[in-house]
């Protein structure tokens, strides 16, 4: 659970008096909370940890880790969540709650490449 | 570094290992506190490409490998109950509790789930009225954030279904704890870099000027390695025991003070067993009285679960950095990564899971395959790998 991953922001909007946004994480896009960094603007790159961004970061530096944490294939390990009841491996887009996509390339969360 | 080609070009890791070679000419002994650092250091060999004399002794840096074995066990008590929805990060799941883990519980029906982030958990208890919803909030200083608003949100939107089994541990008490130590061998420290970019780096200048130890803030890419450790090799070649950040592009000294706020509007230090090492003082974050009613320990009465280690296993010894997994009866025998013993075996960021990994000290064809490896150097006869 260590790893934050840069993406960037695609949407900014308030959810119940909460700051929160949608980041794009090289395609696939998540939730992440923007409350400790509200001076974000659309567009920015910040580096998202559990699902709150933490830093604010120069896009050509986050397109460079990105390309590199997908080389080193942990950042799909680290945003890979299950559905409800875990029925199997998934990465989540939060833009279609529901549609799952199924990798079975991808390391088992629980075998090596853990969700951390 | 400005450009994506400069960055995987391992020409350029190369030319800094050289620069790190020129400077060196004494023995030094670096820790880095951060698993994720572990795990690149050791998939890339950067530990062994360092000049001879030169040790990177790997921290307690792995947040699931160091909760406590009886946390584990409250959360297998909690998780167990059939009122409750147990939620987790996904690695604790296999760390093993004094009789079972989270996963095997779930095989039996416990209702057991994955979050990617403690608001997916609010979630599930807004979504589940009628049941408890856990969450299982572990980590170090990185995670404190989420898991603080968090429980200000369930505070704040009245949502009492929710709560937390709390395990936070702090990065400066663990290094202040290992130097005070009469067995301590490390003389600088590669401070974790997303810890830094929440915190700042303040709280580390008192410990390098008491302790005369550098601190390089460092982050997470083999480059961002080698030069973190180039620059705390130059500070002990020159004398100087100063906090430098070489993780600029996301580290500033103040760090991030909304997030600061809301973790000490939530949390308080306290005292915090860590697995392997015992109770180190002031060295974690439990709950403030007024969000007691979000404590997990107290709204299920876990407070008296009391459990020890597994014999074989020397997690202790390898958290503090007084042993490796190479020297350890039971890695790659009685444990691995599909039968993990103890929690650096568990963990991804763990330094068993990563020595595992890069398929060290388990003969050809063993581990998990390395996508990239920047630095490959085979080991001569003087290398420490020869000498084991």
């Known amino acids: 659970m260590c790893l934050g991953i840069p993406g960037r922001i695609t949407e900014i909007r308030d959810e119940a008096g909460l700051l929160m946004g949608k980041v794009d994480f090289g395609g696939v896009r998540k939730d992440a909370c923007l409350a400790y960094l509200p001076e974000v603007q659309l567009g920015d790159y910040v580096i998202v940890h559990v699902g709150f961004a933490i830093s604010r970061v120069d896009e050509a530096e986050a397109l460079k880790t990105l390309e590199i944490l997908a080389e080193m294939g942990v950042m799909e390990p680290e945003l890979m969540t299950m559905g409800e009841g875990m029925d199997g491996l998934a990465i989540v887009s939060d833009d279609a709650p529901g549609a799952l996509t199924f990798n079975p390339d991808l390391p088992s969360p629980t075998m090596g490449g853990a969700v951390s | 570094?400005?450009?994506?080609?400069?960055?995987?070009?391992?020409?350029?890791?190369?030319?800094?290992?050289?620069?790190?070679?020129?400077?060196?000419?004494?023995?030094?002994?670096?820790?880095?506190?951060c698993g994720g650092q572990t795990h690149t250091i050791?998939?890339?060999?950067?530990?062994?490409?360092?000049?001879?004399?030169?040790?990177?002794?790997?921290?307690?840096?792995?947040?699931?490998?160091?909760?406590?074995?009886?946390?584990?066990?409250?959360?297998?008590?909690?998780?167990?109950?059939?009122?409750?929805?147990f939620t987790s990060y996904g690695d604790m799941l296999r760390v093993p509790g004094s009789s079972t883990d989270l996963l095997a519980l779930k095989a039996r029906g416990a209702d057991v789930r994955i979050v990617y982030s403690p608001l997916d958990a609010l979630k599930v208890a807004l979504a589940n009225p009628a049941r408890q919803v856990v969450f299982f909030a572990v980590g170090f200083e990185t995670t404190a954030p989420a898991n603080a608003m968090t429980v200000a949100e369930a505070a704040r939107r009245g949502i009492d279904n929710f709560s937390v089994l709390v395990s936070h541990v702090l990065v400066p008490p663990a290094m202040t704890a290992l130097l005070d130590s009469p067995a301590n061998q490390v003389q600088g420290f590669l401070a974790a870099g997303h810890v830094c970019a929440i915190m700042g780096w303040t709280e580390y200048e008192p410990i390098a000027a008491k302790y005369k130890v550098p601190i390089v803030v460092t982050g997470f890419e083999p480059l961002d390695l080698l030069e973190g450790i180039h620059m705390a090799i130059r500070q002990l070649e020159e004398g100087r025991y100063e906090v430098e950040n070489q993780y600029t592009r996301a580290v500033t000294r103040e760090g991030v003070p909304l997030a600061q706020q809301q973790v000490l509007a939530v949390f308080e230090i306290g005292p915090r067993k860590w697995r392997g090492i015992g109770e180190i003082p002031m060295s974690g974050y439990r709950l403030r009285p007024e969000y007691a009613r979000f404590d997990a320990e107290q709204k299920f009465q876990v407070d008296d679960i009391q459990t020890n280690e597994h014999p074989a296993c020397i997690a202790g010894a390898i958290l503090t950095g007084e042993k490796t997994p190479l020297d350890c009866t039971a890695y790659g025998t009685l444990c691995n990564p599909q039968k993990p013993l103890g929690a650096p075996m568990v963990s991804s960021e763990g330094t068993c899971a990563a020595f595992y990994g890069a398929g060290r000290g388990l003969g050809t064809g063993a581990g998990f395959s390395s996508p990239i490896q920047l630095i490959s150097v085979a080991p001569g006869p003087g290398s420490r790998e020869a000498q084991r």
């Open chain 2, 1 to 33: 570094m400005k450009y994506l080609d400069e960055y995987r070009d391992p020409v350029l890791a190369k030319k800094i290992l050289a620069e790190i070679h020129r400077i060196t000419t004494k023995p030094w002994t670096l820790m880095e506190v």
């Open chain 2, 42 to 85: 050791v998939k890339q060999g950067i530990d062994e490409a360092l000049p001879d004399g030169v040790r990177m002794i790997h921290g307690p840096g792995c947040p699931v490998c160091v909760t406590p074995l009886e946390q584990v066990d409250k959360a297998l008590a909690i998780a167990a109950r059939p009122d409750v929805i």
